[in-house]
Protein backbone atom coordinates (compact mmCIF):
# COMPACT_ATOMS: atom_id res chain seq x y z
CA UNK A 1 0.00 0.00 0.00
CA UNK A 2 2.86 2.41 0.97
CA UNK A 3 4.05 1.76 -2.48
CA UNK A 4 1.41 2.93 -4.76
CA UNK A 5 3.10 6.00 -6.82
CA UNK A 6 -0.48 7.28 -7.45
CA UNK A 7 0.50 9.51 -10.24
CA UNK A 8 2.30 6.84 -12.23
CA UNK A 9 -0.60 4.63 -11.81
CA UNK A 10 -2.16 3.06 -15.04
CA UNK A 11 -5.95 1.21 -15.51
CA UNK A 12 -4.94 -1.87 -13.61
CA UNK A 13 -6.03 -4.12 -10.38
CA UNK A 14 -4.61 -3.69 -7.43
CA UNK A 15 -6.04 -5.56 -4.07
CA UNK A 16 -7.45 -3.38 -2.08
CA UNK A 17 -9.29 -4.26 1.40
CA UNK A 18 -13.06 -4.85 0.63
CA UNK A 19 -15.58 -5.79 -1.73
CA UNK A 20 -19.34 -5.62 -1.40
CA UNK A 21 -21.43 -8.57 -2.22
CA UNK A 22 -25.27 -9.07 -2.46
CA UNK A 23 -27.69 -12.31 -3.18
CA UNK A 24 -30.45 -13.14 -4.80
CA UNK A 25 -32.41 -16.20 -3.58
CA UNK A 26 -35.99 -17.01 -3.80
CA UNK A 27 -37.06 -13.60 -5.07
CA UNK A 28 -35.35 -11.41 -3.05
CA UNK A 29 -32.24 -9.41 -2.92
CA UNK A 30 -30.20 -10.03 0.59
CA UNK A 31 -28.90 -7.00 2.42
CA UNK A 32 -25.01 -5.59 1.53
CA UNK A 33 -22.32 -8.09 2.79
CA UNK A 34 -18.47 -6.69 3.43
CA UNK A 35 -16.55 -9.09 2.51
CA UNK A 36 -12.11 -9.72 1.98
CA UNK A 37 -12.03 -12.55 -0.23
CA UNK A 38 -11.13 -11.33 -3.77
CA UNK A 39 -12.83 -15.62 -4.92
CA UNK A 40 -16.24 -16.02 -6.13
CA UNK A 41 -17.59 -19.25 -6.18
CA UNK A 42 -20.57 -20.50 -7.97
CA UNK A 43 -21.81 -23.40 -9.50
CA UNK A 44 -19.94 -25.20 -12.56
CA UNK A 45 -23.32 -24.72 -14.46
CA UNK A 46 -23.80 -21.10 -13.65
CA UNK A 47 -25.56 -19.06 -16.29
CA UNK A 48 -22.93 -16.29 -16.15
CA UNK A 49 -20.17 -19.12 -17.06
CA UNK A 50 -22.04 -20.33 -20.10
CA UNK A 51 -24.47 -18.06 -21.25
CA UNK A 52 -22.47 -14.81 -20.31
CA UNK A 53 -25.49 -13.86 -18.07
CA UNK A 54 -23.55 -11.13 -16.74
CA UNK A 55 -23.65 -7.48 -16.94
CA UNK A 56 -21.21 -4.64 -15.66
CA UNK A 57 -20.65 -0.89 -14.59
CA UNK A 58 -17.64 1.77 -14.50
CA UNK A 59 -17.60 4.30 -12.49
CA UNK A 60 -15.26 6.73 -10.33
CA UNK A 61 -14.96 8.64 -7.12
CA UNK A 62 -12.54 11.28 -6.37
CA UNK A 63 -10.58 12.83 -3.60
CA UNK A 64 -10.99 16.82 -3.97
CA UNK A 65 -8.63 19.19 -2.69
CA UNK A 66 -11.02 19.76 0.44
CA UNK A 67 -10.24 16.09 0.93
CA UNK A 68 -13.83 15.04 0.11
CA UNK A 69 -14.81 12.30 -1.69
CA UNK A 70 -17.50 12.26 -4.28
CA UNK A 71 -18.56 9.97 -6.92
CA UNK A 72 -19.45 10.91 -9.96
CA UNK A 73 -23.24 10.32 -11.44
CA UNK A 74 -23.88 7.07 -9.47
CA UNK A 75 -27.70 7.16 -10.05
CA UNK A 76 -26.64 6.66 -14.00
CA UNK A 77 -24.99 3.90 -12.96
CA UNK A 78 -28.03 2.31 -11.11
CA UNK A 79 -30.44 2.68 -13.93
CA UNK A 80 -28.12 1.35 -16.85
CA UNK A 81 -27.59 -1.63 -14.66
CA UNK A 82 -30.68 -1.88 -14.06
CA UNK A 83 -31.72 -1.82 -17.84
CA UNK A 84 -28.75 -3.92 -18.69
CA UNK A 85 -30.37 -6.51 -16.69
CA UNK A 86 -33.82 -6.22 -18.16
CA UNK A 87 -31.65 -6.79 -21.55
CA UNK A 88 -30.41 -10.09 -20.51
CA UNK A 89 -33.10 -11.30 -18.40
CA UNK A 90 -30.94 -10.76 -14.88
CA UNK A 91 -33.10 -9.89 -11.65
CA UNK A 92 -32.76 -6.08 -11.62
CA UNK A 93 -30.91 -4.38 -8.35
CA UNK A 94 -32.87 -1.89 -6.51
CA UNK A 95 -31.40 1.43 -6.97
CA UNK A 96 -30.85 2.55 -3.76
CA UNK A 97 -29.57 -0.60 -3.10
CA UNK A 98 -27.07 -0.17 -5.49
CA UNK A 99 -26.07 3.36 -4.09
CA UNK A 100 -25.48 1.72 -0.86
CA UNK A 101 -23.21 -0.96 -2.17
CA UNK A 102 -20.85 1.76 -4.26
CA UNK A 103 -20.68 4.06 -1.40
CA UNK A 104 -20.20 1.13 1.32
CA UNK A 105 -17.31 -0.05 -0.87
CA UNK A 106 -15.52 3.43 -1.42
CA UNK A 107 -16.35 4.56 2.46
CA UNK A 108 -14.49 0.97 3.40
CA UNK A 109 -11.58 1.00 0.67
CA UNK A 110 -11.19 5.18 1.49
CA UNK A 111 -7.33 4.81 2.23
CA UNK A 112 -7.00 3.67 -1.43
CA UNK A 113 -8.21 7.13 -3.18
CA UNK A 114 -6.14 8.63 -4.39
CA UNK A 115 -4.55 11.86 -3.37
CA UNK A 116 -5.87 15.42 -5.42
CA UNK A 117 -2.98 16.11 -6.91
CA UNK A 118 -2.29 12.74 -8.47
CA UNK A 119 -4.67 12.84 -11.13
CA UNK A 120 -5.68 9.39 -10.47
CA UNK A 121 -8.83 8.20 -9.23
CA UNK A 122 -10.82 5.34 -7.52
CA UNK A 123 -12.40 2.89 -10.07
CA UNK A 124 -15.34 1.60 -9.13
CA UNK A 125 -16.52 -2.05 -10.33
CA UNK A 126 -19.90 -3.06 -9.56
CA UNK A 127 -20.86 -6.50 -11.17
CA UNK A 128 -24.14 -8.72 -11.48
CA UNK A 129 -24.16 -12.48 -12.53
CA UNK A 130 -26.47 -15.11 -12.98
CA UNK A 131 -24.83 -17.91 -10.25
CA UNK A 132 -27.98 -21.04 -10.37
CA UNK A 133 -27.13 -24.01 -12.55
CA UNK A 134 -29.21 -23.91 -15.48
CA UNK A 135 -27.99 -26.16 -18.85
CA UNK A 136 -30.88 -25.19 -21.14
CA UNK A 137 -30.89 -21.53 -22.37
CA UNK A 138 -32.68 -19.85 -19.90
CA UNK A 139 -32.46 -16.80 -17.01
CA UNK A 140 -30.57 -18.01 -13.73
CA UNK A 141 -32.79 -18.01 -10.54
CA UNK A 142 -30.21 -16.95 -8.50
CA UNK A 143 -27.96 -13.74 -8.80
CA UNK A 144 -24.96 -12.02 -7.20
CA UNK A 145 -24.21 -8.33 -7.16
CA UNK A 146 -20.88 -7.18 -6.53
CA UNK A 147 -18.64 -4.42 -6.47
CA UNK A 148 -14.97 -3.89 -6.08
CA UNK A 149 -12.96 -0.98 -6.41
CA UNK A 150 -9.06 -0.11 -7.28
CA UNK A 151 -7.29 2.72 -8.23
CA UNK A 152 -6.46 4.05 -11.53
CA UNK A 153 -4.86 6.29 -13.85
CA UNK A 154 -5.63 6.92 -17.28
CA UNK A 155 -7.29 4.36 -19.40
CA UNK A 156 -5.06 5.04 -22.62
CA UNK A 157 -1.34 5.35 -21.60
CA UNK A 158 -1.11 8.93 -23.27
CA UNK A 159 -3.09 9.94 -21.02
CA UNK A 160 -5.36 13.19 -22.35
CA UNK A 161 -2.45 13.29 -25.33
CA UNK A 162 -3.66 12.73 -28.56
CA UNK A 163 -4.44 8.60 -29.56
CA UNK A 164 -4.18 6.85 -33.06
CA UNK A 165 -7.11 4.58 -33.48
CA UNK A 166 -8.05 2.46 -36.49
CA UNK A 167 -11.17 1.16 -38.40
CA UNK A 168 -11.17 -2.38 -39.27
CA UNK A 169 -14.19 -3.20 -41.52
CA UNK A 170 -13.90 -7.10 -41.16
CA UNK A 171 -14.91 -6.99 -37.40
CA UNK A 172 -18.25 -6.00 -35.53
CA UNK A 173 -18.32 -5.16 -32.10
CA UNK A 174 -22.76 -5.85 -31.93
CA UNK A 175 -26.01 -5.71 -33.91
CA UNK A 176 -28.35 -3.26 -34.34
CA UNK A 177 -31.17 -4.76 -32.81
CA UNK A 178 -28.52 -6.98 -30.34
CA UNK A 179 -26.59 -6.01 -27.01
CA UNK A 180 -24.92 -3.17 -27.86
CA UNK A 181 -26.61 -0.59 -25.64
CA UNK A 182 -26.45 -3.16 -22.48
CA UNK A 183 -22.96 -3.34 -20.38
CA UNK A 184 -22.86 -7.08 -20.59
CA UNK A 185 -19.78 -9.20 -20.92
CA UNK A 186 -20.36 -10.89 -24.36
CA UNK A 187 -20.13 -7.35 -26.11
CA UNK A 188 -16.57 -7.17 -24.83
CA UNK A 189 -15.24 -10.31 -25.90
CA UNK A 190 -16.89 -10.15 -29.26
CA UNK A 191 -14.22 -6.52 -29.46
CA UNK A 192 -11.00 -8.52 -28.53
CA UNK A 193 -9.75 -10.21 -31.43
CA UNK A 194 -9.94 -7.04 -33.36
CA UNK A 195 -8.70 -4.75 -30.44
CA UNK A 196 -6.31 -6.85 -29.87
CA UNK A 197 -5.26 -6.73 -33.26
CA UNK A 198 -5.68 -2.63 -33.50
CA UNK A 199 -2.88 -2.40 -29.79
CA UNK A 200 -0.32 -4.37 -31.99
CA UNK A 201 -0.54 -2.26 -34.79
CA UNK A 202 0.20 0.51 -32.30
CA UNK A 203 -3.97 1.52 -32.16
CA UNK A 204 -4.99 2.50 -29.13
CA UNK A 205 -9.00 1.23 -29.45
CA UNK A 206 -10.62 0.19 -33.02
CA UNK A 207 -13.53 2.62 -33.76
CA UNK A 208 -16.53 0.31 -34.70
CA UNK A 209 -18.91 1.22 -37.60
CA UNK A 210 -22.45 0.42 -37.63
CA UNK A 211 -22.85 -3.52 -38.55
CA UNK A 212 -25.24 -3.04 -41.06
CA UNK A 213 -24.39 -0.64 -43.57
CA UNK A 214 -20.67 -0.15 -42.55
CA UNK A 215 -21.72 3.71 -43.38
CA UNK A 216 -21.46 5.18 -39.44
CA UNK A 217 -19.35 5.75 -36.29
CA UNK A 218 -21.07 3.79 -33.82
CA UNK A 219 -18.20 3.87 -31.01
CA UNK A 220 -14.47 3.90 -30.22
CA UNK A 221 -14.04 0.35 -28.61
CA UNK A 222 -14.55 1.31 -24.46
CA UNK A 223 -16.00 4.65 -24.87
CA UNK A 224 -18.04 6.59 -27.11
CA UNK A 225 -17.05 9.23 -30.33
CA UNK A 226 -17.73 12.92 -30.65
CA UNK A 227 -16.16 15.16 -32.84
CA UNK A 228 -16.38 18.94 -32.70
CA UNK A 229 -16.88 21.09 -35.97
CA UNK A 230 -19.04 24.45 -36.07
CA UNK A 231 -19.06 24.89 -32.37
CA UNK A 232 -21.08 21.95 -32.62
CA UNK A 233 -20.66 18.78 -30.47
CA UNK A 234 -21.66 15.85 -32.81
CA UNK A 235 -21.73 12.54 -31.15
CA UNK A 236 -23.28 9.42 -33.24
CA UNK A 237 -27.02 8.70 -32.62
CA UNK A 238 -26.88 4.77 -33.16
CA UNK A 239 -28.90 1.22 -31.43
CA UNK A 240 -25.71 -0.37 -31.29
CA UNK A 241 -23.93 1.42 -28.87
CA UNK A 242 -23.45 2.23 -24.88
CA UNK A 243 -25.51 5.26 -23.61
CA UNK A 244 -22.41 6.77 -21.98
CA UNK A 245 -23.36 9.20 -19.26
CA UNK A 246 -19.66 10.69 -19.70
CA UNK A 247 -20.66 12.01 -23.03
CA UNK A 248 -24.52 12.60 -21.70
CA UNK A 249 -22.59 14.77 -19.40
CA UNK A 250 -20.30 16.32 -22.16
CA UNK A 251 -23.38 17.46 -24.09
CA UNK A 252 -24.62 18.97 -21.25
CA UNK A 253 -21.60 21.23 -20.53
CA UNK A 254 -21.21 21.60 -24.27
CA UNK A 255 -24.33 23.11 -24.11
CA UNK A 256 -23.28 25.21 -21.28
CA UNK A 257 -20.47 26.73 -22.93
CA UNK A 258 -22.84 28.06 -25.92
CA UNK A 259 -22.20 24.94 -28.59
CA UNK A 260 -24.59 22.99 -30.25
CA UNK A 261 -25.08 19.85 -29.88
CA UNK A 262 -25.92 17.22 -32.08
CA UNK A 263 -26.73 13.49 -31.50
CA UNK A 264 -27.83 11.76 -34.95
CA UNK A 265 -26.12 9.12 -37.49
CA UNK A 266 -22.19 10.50 -38.12
CA UNK A 267 -21.54 8.89 -41.96
CA UNK A 268 -17.88 7.22 -41.89
CA UNK A 269 -17.05 10.59 -44.46
CA UNK A 270 -18.01 13.32 -42.25
CA UNK A 271 -14.70 12.31 -40.20
CA UNK A 272 -12.26 14.65 -42.82
CA UNK A 273 -14.62 17.34 -41.59
CA UNK A 274 -14.42 17.37 -37.83
CA UNK A 275 -12.24 19.94 -36.50
CA UNK A 276 -11.66 17.76 -33.18
CA UNK A 277 -12.44 14.10 -32.34
CA UNK A 278 -12.84 12.22 -29.42
CA UNK A 279 -13.41 9.22 -27.24
CA UNK A 280 -15.22 9.40 -23.48
CA UNK A 281 -16.37 7.41 -21.15
CA UNK A 282 -15.79 6.90 -17.55
CA UNK A 283 -11.97 5.35 -17.89
CA UNK A 284 -10.94 6.90 -21.21
CA UNK A 285 -12.69 10.50 -20.17
CA UNK A 286 -11.46 12.61 -22.67
CA UNK A 287 -9.00 10.65 -24.79
CA UNK A 288 -8.23 12.97 -27.86
CA UNK A 289 -7.97 11.11 -31.05
CA UNK A 290 -4.93 12.16 -33.26
CA UNK A 291 -5.86 10.28 -36.30
CA UNK A 292 -8.19 7.56 -37.33
CA UNK A 293 -6.96 5.13 -40.13
CA UNK A 294 -9.35 3.41 -41.92
CA UNK A 295 -7.39 0.20 -42.71
CA UNK A 296 -8.99 -1.61 -45.56
CA UNK A 297 -10.01 2.05 -47.59
CA UNK A 298 -6.66 3.11 -47.28
CA UNK A 299 -7.75 6.33 -45.58
CA UNK A 300 -6.60 8.59 -43.17
CA UNK A 301 -8.49 10.90 -41.17
CA UNK A 302 -6.54 13.71 -38.74
CA UNK A 303 -7.38 15.98 -36.44
CA UNK A 304 -4.22 16.90 -33.97
CA UNK A 305 -2.21 17.97 -36.35
CA UNK A 306 0.22 19.83 -34.07
CA UNK A 307 0.03 16.64 -31.69
CA UNK A 308 -2.12 18.40 -29.12
CA UNK A 309 -5.81 18.28 -27.93
CA UNK A 310 -8.02 20.69 -29.75
CA UNK A 311 -9.54 23.64 -27.96
CA UNK A 312 -12.49 23.25 -27.35
CA UNK A 313 -12.16 18.96 -25.91
CA UNK A 314 -9.96 20.72 -23.36
CA UNK A 315 -11.98 22.65 -22.27
CA UNK A 316 -14.56 19.81 -22.11
CA UNK A 317 -12.38 18.18 -20.05
CA UNK A 318 -11.50 20.98 -17.62
CA UNK A 319 -14.67 21.09 -17.11
CA UNK A 320 -15.44 18.02 -16.61
CA UNK A 321 -12.63 17.53 -14.00
CA UNK A 322 -13.45 20.30 -11.90
CA UNK A 323 -16.67 18.94 -10.94
CA UNK A 324 -15.66 15.53 -10.64
CA UNK A 325 -12.78 16.67 -8.48
CA UNK A 326 -15.08 19.53 -6.63
CA UNK A 327 -12.96 22.23 -7.87
CA UNK A 328 -16.13 24.12 -9.25
CA UNK A 329 -20.09 24.35 -8.01
CA UNK A 330 -21.68 20.82 -9.20
CA UNK A 331 -24.65 22.90 -10.61
CA UNK A 332 -26.22 19.54 -12.03
CA UNK A 333 -26.21 17.54 -9.06
CA UNK A 334 -23.94 15.08 -10.66
CA UNK A 335 -21.97 14.12 -7.11
CA UNK A 336 -22.39 12.38 -4.29
CA UNK A 337 -19.80 13.14 -1.56
CA UNK A 338 -19.50 10.06 0.44
CA UNK A 339 -19.62 11.41 3.93
N1 LIG B 1 -18.99 2.64 -24.62
C1 LIG B 1 -18.56 1.47 -24.12
C2 LIG B 1 -18.62 0.28 -24.98
C3 LIG B 1 -18.08 1.40 -22.81
O1 LIG B 1 -17.63 0.26 -22.30
C4 LIG B 1 -18.05 2.58 -22.03
C5 LIG B 1 -17.60 2.53 -20.65
O2 LIG B 1 -18.35 2.42 -19.75
C6 LIG B 1 -18.52 3.77 -22.60
C7 LIG B 1 -18.97 3.76 -23.89
C8 LIG B 1 -18.53 5.02 -21.80
O3 LIG B 1 -19.61 5.03 -20.91
P1 LIG B 1 -19.54 5.85 -19.57
O4 LIG B 1 -19.25 7.25 -19.95
O5 LIG B 1 -20.87 5.70 -18.96
O6 LIG B 1 -18.45 5.26 -18.76
C1 LIG C 1 -15.55 2.40 -18.23
O1 LIG C 1 -15.24 3.39 -18.88
O2 LIG C 1 -15.87 2.45 -17.06
C2 LIG C 1 -15.54 1.08 -18.80
O3 LIG C 1 -16.25 0.27 -18.31
C3 LIG C 1 -14.64 0.79 -19.86
C4 LIG C 1 -14.01 -0.52 -19.59
C5 LIG C 1 -14.53 -1.59 -20.41
C6 LIG C 1 -12.57 -0.49 -19.37
Redesign the pocket.
Known amino acids: MNTINWSELSFGYIKTDFNVRCYYRNGEWSKPQVETSEEVTMHMAATALHYGQEAFE?MKAFRGKDEKIRIFRMRQ?AL?LQSSCRGIMMAELPVELFEECITTAVKENERFVPPYESGAALYIRPLLFGTSAQVGVGPAKEYTFLVFVTPVGPYFKEGFKPTPMAIMREYDRAAPLGTGTY?VGG??AASMQSGVKAAKMGYSAVVYLDAKEKKYID?C????FFGIKDNTYITPKSTS??P????KSLMQLAEDIGMKVERRPVPVEELATFEEAGA?????VISPILRIDDLSEDKTYEFCKEGQPGPISKKLYDKLRAIQYGDVEDVHGWVTIVE
Do not use: D
Open positions: GNRKNYEGPANILSITNCGTAA
